[in-house]
């Protein structure tokens, strides 16, 4: 029986096509031809205000903790259910990250207990968009409107993922992405800083070319460049742009399958989540589905491992996802003490299925028939 990989990074054909190109131009450091021309995909696809390659999500976080101007003793508020990075960027500012549960219904964060966490410290709430599935923006934008807060979307995997119509990362005052050979479009690693807010589209370009007005120079707005800012380098070579245009120009075709598989998983496991063994992702009804993972919530932490060790022994790799960040080795002690309950719930039993774009049909039969025979022996 042949092993089904958690994933499988996917290749068009044409990325070596274009780094071949990228490297006949003899231009391969940052915002070459082919850092353009994802941005222009970018703008117009998205309708994004401004977007900036960046060398990673991770990055393209640290850029927005720099923007706000992040001070020892901020306060940010995000969701305890996340990676580090989404956390980390603000940390390196000095911030305190002040930890909210995510919601019943999903690993996003719990807007309705949001505001009981906001003080005079507070500078910004981080959403993060679980599975590519939107957090409710419109609770979330009115909240920061409100408290006068700044609104991050850490949209990693949320790429051609849409609120009411609107797609995600265009909501807060920056977004980030990734293009993370794990998430749907890739470049080995790779991301991008989206600024919906036009004050910060200057200094998000200073920034990231390490405190220089070297993106000024170029335009030929100024006629030297110059030490302005701090910063640091966080643009990507172009060699990484070119393999990423063409990922981009497969966006489509890609979430089309992508959207298959994950029709296929649910409408497989439906039956397993109507007798109440496992909960399946809920999407509500503001939010589309990007397709970017599927998961299932077991009911305790024993079932969700030894389901996870059943998938292993007939050769298909299912893994578990974040652990609680408020009990991590590094911050359990800078935490308030409050109980996260359903963020431990999500680090206890979800577990993540195989996902990738050349995830066969047969597969994924074969996939969801062990996870029901495990549940139904
Ligand atoms: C993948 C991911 C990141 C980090 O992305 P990189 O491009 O690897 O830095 C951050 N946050 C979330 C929610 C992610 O899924």
Wanted: net charge negative.
């Amino acid at each position: 029986m042949n092993k089904i990989d958690f994933n499988k990074p996917y290749f068009t054909g044409k990325e070596t096509d274009y780094i071949r190109d990228a490297v006949l131009n003899l231009k391969i450091s940052g915002d070459g031809v082919y850092s353009k021309k994802c941005h222009v995909f970018f703008e117009n696809k998205f309708r994004f205000k401004k977007v900036l390659l960046t060398t990673s999500c991770t990055d393209a976080l640290e850029m927005a903790a720099i923007l706000l101007d992040i001070q020892p003793g901020d306060e940010v508020i995000a969701p305890s259910y996340t990676f580090v990075s989404t956390v980390n960027a603000f940390i390196l500012r000095g911030a305190k990250i002040v930890f909210a549960d995510s919601s019943d219904e999903s690993p996003n964060i719990d807007v309705k207990n949001i505001e009981k966490l906001i003080t005079e410290k507070t500078k910004a709430i981080i959403a993060v968009h679980y599975a590519g599935i939107a957090c409710d923006m419109d609770a979330l934008v009115r909240i920061c409107d409100e408290k006068n807060l700044f609104l991050i979307e850490d949209a990693a995997q949320a790429i051609d993922s849409f609120y009411n119509e609107k797609p995600l990362g265009s909501f807060g005052h920056l977004a980030a992405f990734s293009f993370h050979e794990t998430k749907n479009i890739i470049s080995g690693e790779g991301g991008m800083l989206v600024i919906n807010d036009e004050r910060f589209i200057a200094r998000a370009e200073i920034i990231r070319e390490k405190g220089t007005n070297r993106s000024a120079f170029f335009r030929g707005e100024v006629d030297k460049y110059n030490w302005v800012d701090i910063g640091s380098s966080f643009l990507p070579s172009d060699l990484i742009a070119a393999f990423l245009y063409a990922q981009l120009e497969k966006l489509d075709e890609i979430q089309n399958r992508r959207k298959e598989i994950w029709n296929i998983y649910y409408n497989n496991l439906l039956p397993l989540a109507n007798s109440g063994m496992v909960k399946l992702p809920h999407i509500p009804s503001y939010a589309t589905n990007n397709a970017h993972m599927f998961f299932l919530v077991c009911r305790t932490l024993e079932e969700r491992s030894a389901l996870i060790q059943h998938l292993k022994d007939q050769h298909i790799q299912a893994v578990f996802h974040y652990l609680s960040l408020h009990k991590s080795n590094y911050y359990q002690d800078k935490h308030d003490g409050r109980e996260l309950p359903w963020c431990d719930h999500y680090s206890d039993c979800l577990v993540r299925l195989p996902f990738y774009y050349e995830l066969s049909d047969e597969d994924l039969v074969r996939i969801t028939t062990a996870i029901n025979s495990f549940f139904t022996k």
